[in-house]
């Protein structure tokens, strides 16, 4: 106890909390690089065998860099590695200032790291995966401990007083605001409302596909490889293959690794994924219901499934913490200059506690604008763009058509993102032909949420003349988000893959 450092500082958690994210993102840049290797391979074969890829020819070269890897690991180092760093920490401290590192007590929590080890594998070993959970928690434990002070004179329970009250304040604020739409008013008002959270905001959407492929479930991916040479009857096989193109299952070459294999005959179709047996069913019965044949055969080849909860379950609550204790330490560092260590931990704590709810304030109020149909007209001229934009969420709520409104078309010129983007989804619900136009000039739009909202629109019009100039632009797009959009507008259009050459 007497070698650790004799300090009041409570710099530390910033300290032991970056050391974790530091950790997260070299596995994460390495995670997110492998992924996106044999994404690689995947997409360059499916545009080989003929089929239209997403992502196509302008990002796959990226897939084999370093920059989309790293870029795209920061949403596990800002999301899982935010997590884990928190809950390494406070074990830390719990075991220090409460327990009298007592190693009696290590017994439990080291049951609860193997047993968290073995859920994130329950399915089967990913190594990557299980490297999160093996070096990160330790590292953090190890130098939260190296560098935890020496417990003073000074009341505990202040000092904690202190730190979490503005955090369990905000939190009950914030969660007051928690509803289906909450991200979408964050993005609206916070993000898209400056020059920074635009930024911010293409970052995003720029790089966030390149983690989420590593982790999505078969159901949740756009396109799949499969392959049926072993399927004894051609026609059966010509039966299968058609539905299973359907379901943006592809069918490859026999000689590749693909998603799902499907061998047998037609009274007994055996369904594999990576050579081992995952089910099996009739033709008939995969005939009858094959959404259901295939949403049963990506649940039981879902290795990530406890990956990914604890992912997000890490994003909602590990990231604001961690904005909120590296926020507390930058400021605590400034004002111990000038104040002593209470005066600057609590003036720190009250300005990350204004921060936060500075931030939650625009939210705040672009939530609670409501717009009924008597007052449609009139909010959406009005002269404060987060009115016009509640009047066009209740157009999009209610179903009406926008074409009915008078001036809605200087909307496609506004300055505003979320105003351009909600205009998008307004023109997906009309059925007016002179605003599918409009629909057609928002993909031109410089912002790729306007330009996804308006693929969507497309997709949601059902007009399948959009489908030739949708096929074009997915070909000629440099980003793998309106390409996800467009794609997925084409499939709602009806349209779908041909067989492979």
């Keep these: 106890m007497s070698s650790r450092p004799n300090s009041t500082s409570l710099l530390y958690p910033a300290g032991s909390v970056l050391i974790g994210l530091l950790a997260t993102q070299v596995l994460a840049s390495l995670h997110v690089y492998l992924s996106n290797a044999e994404l690689y391979r995947k997409v360059k074969l499916i545009a080989e065998a003929g089929y239209v890829a997403v992502p196509n020819e302008h990002i796959m070269p990226g897939l084999r860099e370093f920059n989309p890897a790293f870029f795209g690991g920061c949403f596990f180092t800002l999301s899982l590695g935010a997590g884990l760093s928190l809950f390494s920490l406070a074990g830390a401290w719990a075991w220090d200032r409460l327990c009298g590192r007592n190693r009696v007590v290590l017994i439990p929590v080291i049951f609860l790291w193997s047993a968290a080890i073995v859920a994130v594998n329950i399915k089967e070993f990913c190594p990557m995966v299980t490297a999160y959970f093996v070096f990160i928690p330790p590292v953090v434990f190890f130098f939260t401990l190296k560098w935890m002070p020496q417990q003073t004179g000074e009341s505990l329970w202040l000092k ?126 995969f005939l009858y219901n094959p959404r259901k044949v295939l949403r049963d055969f990506s649940i039981k080849t879902d290795r990530f499934a406890v990956f990914r909860q604890a992912t997000i379950f890490s994003l909602l609550i590990g990231f604001p913490l961690t904005l909120y204790i590296i926020g507390y330490a930058m400021f605590r560092f400034l004002l111990r200059c000038f104040l002593g260590s209470l005066s600057s931990s609590a003036v720190a704590a009250i300005l990350c506690f204004s921060t936060g709810l500075a931030s939650l304030v625009p939210v705040y109020c672009g939530r609670a604008e409501t717009i009924n149909s008597v007052q449609l007209p009139e909010a959406l001229s009005s002269l404060q763009w987060q009115k016009r934009v509640a009047a066009l969420r209740t157009v999009v709520r209610s179903g009406q058509d926008i074409g009915n409104f008078r001036g809605y078309r200087r909307m496609l010129v506004s300055r505003h993102v ?80 041909k067989r492979s050459k």
């Design 160 to 285: 904690l007083c202190i730190y979490f009250l503005p955090v369990l304040a905000l939190a009950v604020m914030w969660t007051s605001q928690a509803d289906r739409s909450l991200f979408l008013n964050i993005r609206d008002f916070l993000l898209l409302s400056n020059r920074v959270g635009e930024k911010i905001n293409d970052f995003y959407y720029r790089y966030t596909l390149y983690p989420a492929q590593s982790f999505k479930s078969l159901d949740q991916k756009l396109l799949r490889t499969c392959t049926l040479s072993r399927v004894r009857d051609e026609v059966v096989a010509r039966r299968i293959e058609s539905q299973l193109l359907r379901y943006d299952y592809l069918p490859l070459r026999p000689d590749i690794p693909v998603d799902l294999e499907v061998s047998g005959s037609e009274n007994t179709l055996v369904f594999k994924h990576e050579g081992i047996t995952v089910l099996q069913t009739t033709l008939k019965d």
């Design 418 to 497: 979320p105003e351009r983007y909600w205009l998008a989804k307004a023109l997906g619900v009309s059925r007016r032909p002179e605003t599918y136009q409009d629909l057609l000039a928002l993909l031109d739009d410089p912002n790729a949420n306007v330009v996804c909202m308006a693929f969507q629109g497309l997709g949601q019009r059902g007009d399948r003349r959009a489908e030739k100039d949708i096929l074009k632009r997915i070909r000629a797009s440099n980003h793998w988000y309106e390409q996800w959009y467009a794609y997925r507008a084409l499939r709602a259009l009806g349209w779908k893959q």
